[in-house]
């Protein structure tokens, strides 16, 4: 049974950084693309970032050159590193494996 955790989540001002972690089990990150998503009060759920088998990335415009994603083979984890964040980044972060799972999200809050 895939189970992904998502954490690092909390209350940051507008320029600050946070770092999210989905730490898996039941799979393995490194066998399958692995997405972060993202979902705002009130919108619908929003791709934000993929690592792929091979480790290339793509992300979503509205976090180009802000937001990096990363993956630890050896933890089995995949990390969102957001770095100048704004209030518009305000949402519920979510992990997913191309390999079928979700977590249960972790919130992050960008406010003065």
């Known amino acids: 049974q895939v189970q992904l955790v998502e954490s690092g989540g909390g209350l940051v001002q507008p320029g600050g950084s946070l770092s999210l972690s989905c730490a898996a089990s039941?799979?393995?990150?490194?066998?399958?693309?692995m997405d972060w998503y993202r979902q705002a009060p009130g919108k619908a759920r929003e791709w934000v970032a993929v690592i792929t088998t091979t480790g290339s990335t793509n992300y979503a415009d509205s976090v180009k050159g802000r937001f990096t994603i990363s993956r630890d083979n050896a933890k089995n984890t995949v990390y969102l590193q957001m770095n100048n964040l704004k209030p518009e980044d305000t949402a519920v972060y979510y992990c997913?494996?191309?390999?079928?799972?979700w977590g249960r999200g972790t919130q992050v809050t960008v406010s003065s």
């Open positions: 039941g799979t393995i990150v490194s066998t399958y693309a």
């Open positions: 997913s494996s191309g390999g079928g799972g």
